[in-house]
């Protein structure tokens, strides 16, 4: 993955989007249910035969390797521009 994307901003705006809200409006800071550091880590790994879940107030979430975010089902495809770089 680019050094340029980083997973946990990107996923702090679709919780916001989904909730309608400002990002730093949001009522839960993402390391109350899921080490960030971690998810860090894993989203930079050259390999993206992976997805993790996990549940935040109200909504299921699930990271993809191929920087797919899924909210309750809806799809979040990683930034255009992310993907022409990781091809």
């Not at 994307?5 to 809200?21: D, H, M, Q």
């Not at 009522?27 to 971690?38: G, K, M, P, R, V």
């Given at each position: 993955?680019?050094?340029?994307?980083?997973?946990?901003?990107?996923?702090?705006?679709?919780?916001?989007?989904?909730?309608?809200?400002?990002?730093?409006?949001?009522?839960?800071?993402?390391q109350e249910?899921?080490?960030t550091d971690?998810?860090?880590?894993?989203?930079?790994?050259?390999?993206?035969?992976?997805?993790?879940?996990?549940?935040?107030?109200?909504?299921?979430?699930?990271?993809?390797?191929?920087?797919?975010?899924?909210?309750?089902?809806?799809?979040?495809?990683?930034?255009?521009?992310?993907?022409?770089?990781?091809?």
């Amino acid at each position: 993955m680019s050094s340029r994307y980083t997973i946990l901003p990107r996923l702090v705006e679709i919780l916001a989007e989904t909730e309608g809200c400002a990002p730093h409006e949001l009522d839960y800071s993402l390391q109350e249910y899921i080490e960030t550091d971690a998810l860090v880590t894993l989203a930079a790994a050259d390999h993206t035969d992976w997805q993790l879940t996990f549940q935040v107030p109200d909504h299921t979430v699930e990271i993809r390797g191929s920087g797919e975010i899924l909210v309750d089902d809806t799809r979040y495809e990683q930034p255009e521009e992310v993907k022409n770089q990781t091809s």
